[in-house]
């Protein structure tokens, strides 16, 4: 009995400590509402539903990971290597409406995606987008998508890299992560994306 008396005691002692280093810890700041994005920024969207009390700030979502970045303003410098990794992921688009359903060279594939993308990645564009038996493009499932939200990671003089998420049908369509990060380098004074980083 005299043991189960010294638990109970024991245990409220841990208890008041406990509680008495939770309030110590906890923000005792006065609250403020979530502060509103930048006049002219575009609405970020997010896939699950956050449910916070509108008298706290909104928690930050811990799931994007590196893409995190995608959610801050760009500088404007790093608006131009932003703008630079969307006119590349929008290449495949431009392609279809010029081309549309005539037929093209590969060679014409491969200059175009060119102009946003290293070598190596122009060649394997190129290889996915034209088809040698009728020499035209591919018609279903496009290998490239324009992502709404874009961050940058690490800006350098001649190299970046930009973290982006992926829209959800997209990400579905390919089995494509929710964050992806690209590393750009700067070849005849403009932003190419040069590989795609693990």
Same mark, same amino acid.
């Given at each position: ?72 303003? !760009? ?7 932003? /703008?630079?990794?969307? @006119?590349?992921?929008?290449?495949? %688009? *431009? &392609? ?35 088809? !040698? ?7 279903? /499932?496009?290998?490239? @998508?324009?992502?709404?939200?874009? %961050? *940058? &990671? ?45």
């Amino acid at each position: 009995m005299r043991h189960l008396l010294l638990t109970r005691t024991k245990m409220r002692s841990c208890w008041t400590v406990w509680l008495a280093v939770a309030s110590a810890c906890s923000d005792a700041r006065p609250e403020k509402q979530a502060s509103l994005p930048p006049l002219g920024s575009p609405p970020t969207i997010m896939d699950t539903a956050a449910f916070t009390n509108e008298s706290t700030a909104a928690p930050i979502d811990t799931a994007l990971g590196r893409c995190g970045v995608a959610l801050q303003a !760009p500088s404007a410098d790093q608006q131009e290597v932003i /703008d630079a990794l969307k @006119t590349a992921y929008g290449l495949e %688009g *431009v &392609l279809f409406q010029r081309a549309g359903s005539d037929t093209i060279s590969r060679e014409q594939v491969y200059a175009h995606y060119r102009q946003g993308f290293s070598v190596e990645l122009a060649q394997q564009l190129a290889d996915y987008s034209w088809q !040698p038996d009728s020499h035209m493009l591919r018609a279903t /499932d496009r290998a490239l @998508t324009v992502p709404d939200s874009v %961050g *940058v &990671l690490e800006l350098k003089q001649d190299r970046a890299l930009v973290a982006w998420i992926p829209p959800t049908t997209f990400r579905k369509q390919w089995g494509a992560p929710r964050c992806l990060v690209d590393r750009l380098v700067r070849e005849d004074a403009r932003w190419i994306v040069e590989a795609r980083e693990p």
